[in-house]
T-cell receptor
Framework: GAVVSQHPSWVICKSGTSVKIECRSLDFQATTMFWYRQFPKQSLMLMATSNEGSKATYEQGVEKDKFLINHASLTLSTLTVTSAHPEDSSFYIC???????????FGEGSWLTVV | AQKITQTQPGMFVQEKEAVTLDCTYDTSDPSYGLFWYKQPSSGEMIFLIYQGSYDQQNATEGRYSLNFQKARKSANLVISASQLGDSAMYFCAMRERGTGNQFYFGTGTSLTVIP
């Protein structure tokens, strides 16, 4: 079964509102979690890396104030898309690492549609 | 049960040689897609190759080919003429039509190309 759970799988929100996506590690404590966004050519762009209890490290070009990432516990990281716009519509997926180097487990992804 | 299984945590290959990375999958959905991604140290997930469940021929993209054996539920990635730049993590993934295109990833194989 899934060891990393993402919720919701699908979400539709109105333009200008905020939406939160959760990523939970079910069977292990995830020292590090990663957030990706999928672009049309199927590649997944790394948005940010989050370590429990510290601020996320964002990749270049990713707006920190727009994509808020919180890693409040060793089993939960959240991505909040603030003031969402239609261009934020995409597939977002998280992964969690068990240690260093550890094993990486992916969530099943979340489809966001902003209307 | 795991949807995607990659049994090789690490692999080594001599430069210019071919290498096969194993991937088996588990699904009862007749319609699904199989993907391979390369993850260099930068962290992004680069899409390499796709195989649809109804495709009659094995997918090929340059030096990458997918050895699709439907009855065995395997989708091995073959990299021909390995290059030093091929050293990276490789992830196999699947999407099922029935689950709304959620992604299921394996735990990855670390490939090291030796000069």
């Amino acid at each position: 079964g899934a060891v990393v759970s993402q919720h919701p799988s699908w979400v539709i929100c109105k333009s200008g509102t905020s939406v939160k996506i959760e990523c939970r590690s079910l069977d292990f404590q995830a020292t590090t979690m990663f957030w990706y966004r999928q672009f049309p050519k199927q590649s997944l762009m790394l948005m940010a890396t989050s370590n429990e209890g510290s601020k996320a490290t964002y990749e270049q070009g990713v707006e920190k104030d727009k994509f808020l990432i919180n890693h409040a516990s060793l089993t939960l990281s959240t991505l909040t898309v603030t003031s969402a716009h239609p261009e934020d519509s995409s597939f977002y997926i998280c992964s969690a690492r068990t240690g260093d180097p550890g094993t990486i487990y992916f969530g099943e992804g979340s489809w966001l549609t902003v209307v | 049960a795991q949807k995607i299984t990659q049994t090789q945590p690490g692999m080594f290959v001599q430069e210019k040689e071919a290498v096969t990375l194993d991937c088996t999958y588990d699904t009862s959905d007749p319609s699904y897609g199989l993907f391979w991604y390369k993850q260099p140290s930068s962290g992004e997930m680069i899409f390499l190759i796709y195989q649809g469940s109804y495709d009659q021929q094995n997918a090929t993209e340059g030096r990458y080919s997918l050895n699709f054996q439907k009855a065995r539920k395997s989708a091995n990635l073959v990299i021909s003429a390995s290059q030093l730049g091929d050293s990276a993590m490789y992830f196999c993934a699947m999407r099922e039509r029935g689950t709304g295109n959620q992604f299921y990833f394996g735990t990855g194989t670390s490939l090291t190309v030796i000069p």
